[in-house]
């Protein structure tokens, strides 16, 4: 046979080795034959061809034509590998030999074809044993370089082959198990592998969805508490949750439904929540408020309960144009500090549903899919689409609502006119769950209980979209339960919510501006700071700075913010005011600061606490009062940076 290796591989040996060095390596590799179980006439050959290689090595002259004939072949066959010729009493020893020398690939494929008819050996005889043992070895190995490789399903059908070879001879049991092992060890890349092509190659996506289908049909969900993480080709459970969240964002919206609903009805109850998400993504991008009922009657058959259904069930009314239904979930919440929030959200208690379901959709529902743009839950867009209103209608009709006279769908500039313009801030409600967040375990995301929106992920939801007209029709308005006489630190509050409102912009972050009353004359903003080490006097005088120029802006007179503040905020002024403007209202807002903390000092980095004393009123263009905050002191954390030499306004904190 014609041995794909030359003598100095064969060896393992430098092509530039001297005499001494390979009868070293001789003798060394005479004493450390391969223990796996070869017969001793194999390991015997095997000694035989190492003697020869090292008599031709070690000899000037033998060596010398040797290397000429190399040379030679390599200028006429470039692509062409060297190979040796042995007799066949020599195969299984230089198949080893290959083996050992890291050609695990061919020397499987070679063994294999040597067990093939009509070359097959003899049943029983000692070279169909060492034939069969090298295809087990070389197979798993071959297959862990593929691996090393990211070949995966190249690795895969190497173990396959070889899991069919040993099925067909039926001598090693032991060697049969250990490459099942492997190939079941391999699932969740191949996985991976599969679905993160093209989706052009629908094959090869096709047999990913049905290895995920098996695993977690095997697995008995996607929370099998049973599954032993330390058995061999098994998943632990932080484990697969970890590769369930990497191939979620392979898989269409579509296809994640047919999977969840397929897994929910083989008796996987954890999958039932993931159905829900999936249909309101879906129902959601595509403008199909059909698929958020279905997720409605599939939420309403979850019997689970660590989770409370009521804010799911809440914003998915809300969606579908039923608002007495969401108010009536909404009320029902289990979660204390969610409760709090809804009670002091300073807008109307519609306006805070519709920003509580905005930011569920942006942080649970849509993100996780490949065909689903996660980046903005456009609401206004939702309730203006005309299959949304005809669904909605239909709905109406078939529960025969009533609308009153007065609660006729206003027209798009009174519905302007009439809403709560305020971006409340939403921080969390716990004071520790920040200095904690890097510490907790992330929960899995069938798991996920409906909390309080995130600070970093929540924004305004005006009642100026001109489709929410569509809810005040089927909302009756009531006066709010509960008005708090003090506020938590990190509770929201109805003025942090309106000295930062911002209807055109999706930025959370909101805290006090200031502004001169309006029979106060206006300033300028201070003047840039540059002091390398800045008094607690000039980091007032910089906030101060920023409150009156904001102020100033927002009651639409000229001011420079850029000498107190970076770009970013200076455009979400910009914004609130063209908001302001459009909707033909104007703010009127007192702020001072009262006092200052310097929290951290750093040589690029400030963070100071202070207390600012707190004032608006909102005017609409007829000069009538829309709303109003009483004077109240207000707690907020400023964050300045040095951009070169002058200290700029970076971040807030508002509540803090």
Same mark, same amino acid.
């Given at each position: 046979m014609d041995l794909p290796i030359d003598h100095f591989r064969l060896l393992g040996v430098s092509p530039s080795a001297e005499p001494e060095a390979i009868l070293r390596r001789l003798q060394s590799r005479c004493d450390s034959p391969p223990d796996q179980g070869f017969t001793h006439e194999a390991l015997l050959r095997r000694a035989e061809l190492l003697r020869r290689s090292a008599d031709l090595l070690t000899d000037p002259t033998d060596r010398a034509d040797y290397e000429s004939a190399l040379i030679r072949l390599s200028e006429s066959h470039p692509n062409g590998t060297v190979g040796l010729d042995l007799p066949s009493s020599s195969e299984v020893a230089g198949l080893i030999l290959l083996w050992e020398a890291h050609g695990a690939v061919e020397a499987f494929q070679l063994a294999r074809q040597g067990l093939q008819p009509p070359q097959a050996p003899?049943?029983?005889?000692?070279r169909e044993a060492d034939l069969t043992l090298l295809a087990a070895l070389a197979c798993r190995d071959a297959a862990l370089e593929e691996q090393d490789q990211r070949r995966y399903e190249s690795a895969a059908?190497?173990?396959?082959?070889?899991?069919?070879?040993?099925?067909?001879m039926g001598k090693l049991p032991d060697q049969q198990r250990l490459l099942e092992e492997a190939l079941q060890a391999l699932i969740p890349f191949r996985i /991976?592998?599969?679905?993160?092509?093209?989706?052009?190659d629908q094959d090869a996506h096709q047999r990913g969805l049905t290895l995920l289908d098996e695993l977690v049909t095997a697995r008995g969900g996607l929370e099998a508490a049973a599954v032993d993480g330390h058995q061999p080709g098994s998943l632990s459970q932080d484990d697969f949750e970890s590769f369930f969240h990497q191939i979620r964002s392979f898989l269409t919206v579509q296809e994640q439904i047919d999977l969840f609903s397929r897994w929910f009805e083989g008796g996987a109850d954890d999958a039932g929540f993931l159905t829900v998400l999936a249909l309101t993504a879906a129902g959601f991008s595509r403008r199909k408020p059909e698929f958020l009922e279905q997720a409605r009657g599939r939420m309403q058959t979850l019997a689970n309960a660590d989770l409370d259904p009521m804010p799911l069930l809440g914003c998915l009314d809300l969606l579908l144009g039923n608002v007495k239904d969401a108010e009536r979930h909404f009320t029902l919440l289990r979660d204390a500090q969610l409760q709090a929030w809804f009670l002091n959200h300073p807008g109307d208690r519609l306006a805070a549903q519709c920003e509580y379901c905005r930011s569920w959709l942006e942080r649970d529902v849509l993100p996780g899919y490949r065909d689903v743009d996660a980046s903005v839950a456009d609401l206004d867009a939702w309730f203006a689409d005309r299959d949304v209103q005809s669904y909605v209608d239909r709905l109406d009709r078939k529960a025969s609502r009533r609308i009153p006279a007065e609660e006729v769908p206003l027209a798009w500039p009174e519905v302007a006119a009439a809403s709560t313009d305020s971006s409340f801030e939403l921080d969390s409600l716990d004071p520790s769950d920040s200095a904690s967040e890097d510490a907790e375990v992330p929960t899995p995301l069938w798991q996920q209980r409906w909390v309080r929106p995130a600070a970093a992920t929540l924004a305004l939801v005006g009642i100026v979209l001109g489709g929410l007209a569509l809810l005040r029709r089927n909302w009756t308005p009531a006066p709010l339960m509960l008005e708090t006489t003090s506020q938590q630190a990190s509770e929201p509050t109805e003025v942090e919510e309106n000295v930062e409102a911002d209807t055109s912009s999706p930025s959370p972050a909101n805290d006090p501006v200031a502004s001169l009353k309006p029979d106060l004359q206006p300033s300028a903003p201070s003047e840039p700071l540059v002091s390398d080490a800045?008094?607690?006097?000039?980091?007032?005088?910089?906030?101060?700075?920023?409150?009156? $120029?904001?102020?100033? $802006?927002?009651?639409?007179?000229?001011?420079?913010?850029?000498?107190v503040a970076r770009e970013p905020l200076v455009k979400r002024v910009e914004r609130e005011r063209a908001a302001d403007a459009s909707a033909g209202r104007s703010k009127s807002i007192d702020a001072s600061i009262t006092?200052?903390?310097?929290?951290?000092?750093?040589?690029?980095?400030?963070? /100071?606490?202070?207390?600012?004393?707190?004032?608006?009123?909102?005017?609409?263009?007829d000069g009538a009062v829309i709303d109003e905050t009483a004077p109240r002191d207000l707690s907020v954390t400023y964050v300045l940076g040095r951009d070169g030499t002058q200290w700029r306004l970076h971040d807030y904190i508002p509540g803090s």
């Open positions: 003899a049943l029983g005889s000692g059908q190497l173990l396959i082959d070889g899991i069919q070879l040993q099925q067909r /991976l592998d599969l679905l993160s092509r093209d989706l052009g800045p008094t607690e006097a000039e980091l007032q005088a910089l906030v101060q700075g920023w409150l009156d $120029a904001k102020a100033l $802006a927002l009651s639409g007179q000229p001011a420079d913010l850029s000498v006092s200052i903390e310097v929290v951290d000092r750093k040589p690029l980095r400030i963070e /100071l606490r202070a207390q600012v004393a707190y004032s608006d009123r909102l005017q609409g263009a």
